[in-house]
């Protein structure tokens, strides 16, 4: 067999991620043709081991839930990929590529926004108590003792509030946006399995 029948025209896809997120775009990424090239060097473990599609959508359910959590301030990885360009059936797999990443970015804003107003408000609440703690600290040291043990109570009811709200309310942020989270892993699933059979 010559050289020229061995050749291979790759095309190439890069893809910003973090750590969280990046086993899943990989697995997700082989349903499509697409073989991780690079990876900045980090050792990235697979999150799907198991691409049945008996068992693909309870793998891609498990690993979304680490997609999800990128509201963190875990550093971005480039994810590198390259695909054969002559691969069969390449514009059915674009198309279904193209639902798989919306519903992945679905994910991530729906979980961002989420992350924000929990700590949003949390944060607001304690701004106030510390706003009510320095007012504390100002009267102790002018010796208003009973207006410094207001405040200062106060203000630790108010650090209180906030970290227990943001228990609390990221639960319920969590409750009201789980079907819609859902609603999008279900649309993963589906491109996945069938991007998967194209090219079984």
Not at 106 to 132: H, W
Not at 138 to 144: A, D, E, L, M, P
Not at 152 to 162: D, E, K, L
Request: aromatic share 10%; proline share 2%.
């Amino acid at each position: 067999m010559s050289n020229k029948e061995n050749f291979v025209a790759y095309e190439y896809k890069t893809i910003n991620a973090t750590r969280k997120s990046a086993g899943m775009y990989i697995d997700c990424m082989e349903n499509f043709g697409w073989t991780l090239a690079e990876n900045d060097g980090y050792d990235i473990q697979s999150l799907l081991t198991n691409l049945n599609p008996a068992n693909l959508g309870k793998n891609l359910a498990n690993a979304a839930q680490s997609f999800g959590e990128t509201a963190d301030a875990t550093p971005a990885i480039t994810l590198k990929f390259k695909r054969d360009r002559r691969i069969e059936n390449k514009q059915e797999l674009e198309k279904l590529e193209r639902g798989y990443e919306a519903a992945l970015s679905a994910i991530n804003r729906a979980e961002r926004k989420n992350a924000a107003q929990t700590m949003g408000i949390s944060l607001g609440t304690g701004i106030i108590g510390t706003v009510f703690i320095s007012l504390a600290a100002y009267n102790f040291v002018f010796s208003n003792t009973v207006l410094g043990v207001l405040f200062a109570a106060v203000g630790a009811i108010g650090w209180a509030i906030g970290f227990f709200s943001n228990l609390k309310i990221g639960k319920k942020k969590y409750n009201q946006t789980e079907p819609y989270i859902q609603e999008q892993l279900d649309i993963v699933y589906n491109t996945c399995e069938k991007a998967h059979a194209l090219l079984a």
